[in-house]
C-alpha cells in the first residue's frame, strides 16, 4: 500500500511533525489511525489555516468518513469552540458589540416588578419623633404623604437598601449606560476597572460607595445622564469635577446628594410637593437633580475645593429640606434655558482631563458628619 503522504499546504509546516514512531521527515505508515496520529503535534490553529480537518473529515486518498479518528472530531470540536469565546476583561467579559443601553423606566420596572420583600422589612419611611419635637412637627412641620403615595414612597426607600449585583444583567445595564453617557464612549468597558475612579467614585468597584444609598444612587445617575437636557447639566458638572484647583469625585458627590433626597422624603420635607404633584418619583428625582445643580453653583461661584466638601453638604442639606420648592424652581429655570440654547448657570468650565489628583484626596461624605439634630441622623 502507498504510504499518504501529508496534505501539499502543509509542506512548509513539516518541522513541526512529530511522529510516534519516526522522524520529522519519514512518510507516516499507512495504518489509518497511525497517520491521523501524526498531526497530534499541529496546533489547532494551525490545522484550520491549512484545512487540515477539513481533509480528515471528508473522503480524500481513498479515505471514507466512517473511518475519522476520533481524536481528529474531538479537535475538530475544540476550534469550533474557540470562535465563541469572548477576551475578558476585569470582572466582565468585553465584546466588540456594545449592550443596548438602559432607560430609567425600564429600569426602575424591573425593581417594581422584583420581591423586594427582603429589603422592605430594613426600611424606616419616616423620622421617629418624641416629646416636643413630635408636637412641634405636627404643629408647624410639612403635611404627611397622602396614603395613596405612600407605597411609592416605600418602593423608593427599599431600592436605596438594594446594592449593586454586577451578576443581574440590569444592574450592569445601568453602569454600562452611566458610564458609555459620561465618558460618550461607543462601548461597554468592565464592570469594575479604574476608568470608575476616573468618574469619581473611591475605587474600582462602584458598589463600595453605595453605602447610604444603594442602588437609587445609580438609578438618580442613570436618570441624570438619559434626559437630554439633564445630561447637559451632568456633563458641565462633570466638566467642574476635573477643574484642576476645584475637583471633587463626581460619581461619590451625586451619592451624597441621593441620601440628602432619602433623608427629605423621611423627613416629610418633599410632602407637599408629592402630594401637589400626586407622584413621588419624579418629585425625588428632580429634588436629587436640583440639589447636584445647586451643590455645582455653589462649588463654583464661592471657589470651593475638595477641602470644603464636608461644610457644603451639611449646608446644602439644611438649605434642601428647608426650601426643597425653591431648588425644584431653580431647575426648571435651568432646564428651560438649556432647552433654549441659553449660557448655563455655571458658564463655561476649563478642565485639564481626568483628575490627577483625586484619588489622593480624602473625601468626606454626609455619612461621616456629625448630625446638627437629632432628626438629621443617618438611618438609612
Known amino acids: 500500500m502507498t504510504p499518504l503522504k501529508p496534505p501539499a499546504v502543509l509542506q512548509p509546516e513539516r518541522r513541526h511533525l512529530q511522529v510516534e514512531n519516526g522522524s520529522a521527515g519519514?512518510?507516516?505508515?499507512?495504518?489509518?489511525?497511525?497517520?491521523?496520529?501524526?498531526?497530534?503535534?499541529?496546533?489547532?490553529?494551525?490545522?484550520?489555516?491549512?484545512?487540515?480537518?477539513?481533509?480528515?473529515?471528508?473522503?480524500?486518498n481513498g479515505w471514507a468518513p466512517a473511518v475519522v479518528s476520533t481524536e481528529v472530531l474531538r479537535a475538530q470540536e475544540e476550534w469550533e469552540a474557540v470562535d465563541n469565546i469572548q477576551p475578558e476583561t476585569g470582572s466582565q467579559a468585553s465584546s466588540d458589540q456594545p449592550g443596548q443601553l438602559i432607560s430609567f423606566s425600564e429600569a426602575l420596572q424591573h425593581f417594581q416588578t422584583a420581591d423586594l420583600s427582603s429589603f422592605?422589612?430594613?426600611?424606616?419611611?419616616?423620622?421617629?419623633?418624641?416629646?416636643?419635637?413630635?408636637?412641634r412637627h405636627c404643629l408647624f412641620g410639612p403635611p404627611k404623604l397622602h396614603q395613596g403615595l405612600r407605597e411609592e414612597r416605600d418602593l423608593v426607600l427599599t431600592i436605596a437598601q438594594c446594592g449593586l449585583d454586577s451578576r443581574d444583567p440590569v444592574h450592569g445595564r445601568v453602569l454600562q449606560t452611566i458610564y458609555r453617557?459620561?465618558?460618550?464612549?461607543?462601548?461597554?468597558?468592565?464592570?469594575?476597572?479604574d476608568h470608575w475612579e476616573d468618574l469619581g467614585f473611591q475605587g474600582a468597584n462602584p458598589a463600595t460607595d453605595l453605602r447610604g444609598a444603594g442602588f437609587l444612587a445609580l438609578l438618580h445617575l442613570l436618570y441624570?445622564?438619559?434626559?437630554?437636557?439633564?445630561?447637559?447639566?451632568?456633563?458641565e458638572i462633570l466638566r467642574l469635577s476635573r477643574h484642576h484647583i476645584q475637583q471633587f469625585p463626581f460619581c461619590l458627590m451625586s451619592v451624597n446628594i441621593?441620601?440628602?433626597?432619602?433623608?427629605a422624603l423621611r423627613e416629610d420635607c418633599l410632602s407637599r410637593e408629592c402630594n401637589r404633584q400626586q407622584k413621588v418619583i419624579p418629585v425625588v428625582n428632580s429634588f436629587y437633580a436640583a440639589t447636584f445643580l445647586h451643590l455645582a453653583y455653589i462649588w463654583k461661584t464661592?471657589?470651593?475645593?475638595?477641602?470644603?466638601s464636608g461644610f457644603v453638604l451639611k449646608d446644602l442639606e439644611v438649605l434642601a429640606k428647608k426650601s426643597p420648592r425653591r431648588l425644584?424652581?431653580?431647575?426648571?429655570?435651568?432646564?428651560?434655558?438649556?432647552?433654549?440654547?441659553?449660557?448655563?448657570?455655571?458658564?463655561?468650565q476649563k478642565c485639564c482631563g481626568p483628575q490627577a489628583h483625586a484619588k489622593e484626596l480624602?473625601?468626606?461624605?454626609?455619612?461621616?458628619l456629625l448630625p446638627h439634630s437629632s432628626e438629621g441622623t443617618w438611618l438609612i
Request: glycine letters at 6%; hydrophobic letters at 40%; charged letters at 20%.
Open 26 to 60: 519519514s512518510p507516516p505508515p499507512c495504518d489509518k489511525d497511525s497517520s491521523a496520529l501524526a498531526f497530534r503535534g499541529i496546533p489547532i490553529s494551525a490545522l484550520k489555516s491549512y484545512s487540515v480537518l477539513r481533509a480528515l473529515t471528508t473522503e480524500a
Open 120 to 135: 422592605k422589612k430594613r426600611i424606616q419611611p419616616t423620622i421617629r419623633r418624641t416629646g416636643l419635637a413630635a408636637l
Open 181 to 193: 453617557k459620561l465618558t460618550g464612549s461607543k462601548f461597554d468597558c468592565a464592570l469594575h476597572g
Open 224 to 235: 441624570l445622564v438619559m434626559d437630554s437636557k439633564t445630561l447637559l447639566m451632568a456633563q
Open 258 to 263: 441621593t441620601r440628602i433626597a432619602i433623608q
Open 302 to 308: 464661592q471657589q470651593k475645593t475638595i477641602s470644603d
Open 328 to 348: 425644584l424652581k431653580t431647575l426648571e429655570s435651568y432646564l428651560a434655558g438649556v432647552s433654549k440654547g441659553q449660557a448655563s448657570l455655571l458658564g463655561a
Open 362 to 368: 480624602t473625601f468626606t461624605g454626609v455619612c461621616d
